[in-house]
């Protein structure tokens, strides 16, 4: 059982910057980041394999980075120039298959954003 446990959530507000980290008790080949906003379903973010490759939610480019540690058990996640629509609860997930399974992985328990307008 891999564990994962994210930090860097809070308050920020609109415009501003965040950076989320994300670090798994074990090995990982893919990583991501999911999100859920109240009253909408889970979507993805960002993922990233052991190789670099990266994909992001159409949303998000452009304002959002996904790198991996030196480690390759943690996952960052850079915000940038934040909008009200990205406050959700995001969640980061891990696991040894590939990004198109990604959510069937291990998942941390959630770390809340709030961007104020």
């Known amino acids: 059982q891999v564990q994962l446990v994210e930090s860097g959530g809070g308050l920020v507000q609109a415009g501003g910057s965040l950076r989320l980290s994300c670090a798994a008790s074990?090995?990982?080949?893919?990583m991501g980041w999911y999100r859920q906003a109240p009253g909408k379903q889970r979507e993805l973010v960002a993922g990233?394999?052991?190789?670099?490759?990266?994909i992001y939610a159409d949303s998000v480019k452009g304002r959002f980075t996904i790198s991996r540690g030196n480690a390759k058990n943690t996952v960052y996640l850079q915000m940038n120039s934040l909008k009200p629509e990205d406050t959700a609860v995001y969640y980061c997930?891990?696991?040894?298959?590939?990004?198109?399974?990604?959510?069937?992985?291990?998942w941390g328990q959630g770390t809340r954003v709030t961007v104020s307008s």
């Open positions: 997930v891990g696991s040894i298959g590939s990004i198109a399974t990604l959510d069937r992985g291990y």
């Open positions: 074990g090995r990982t080949n893919v």
């Open positions: 990233i394999s052991s190789g670099g490759s990266t």
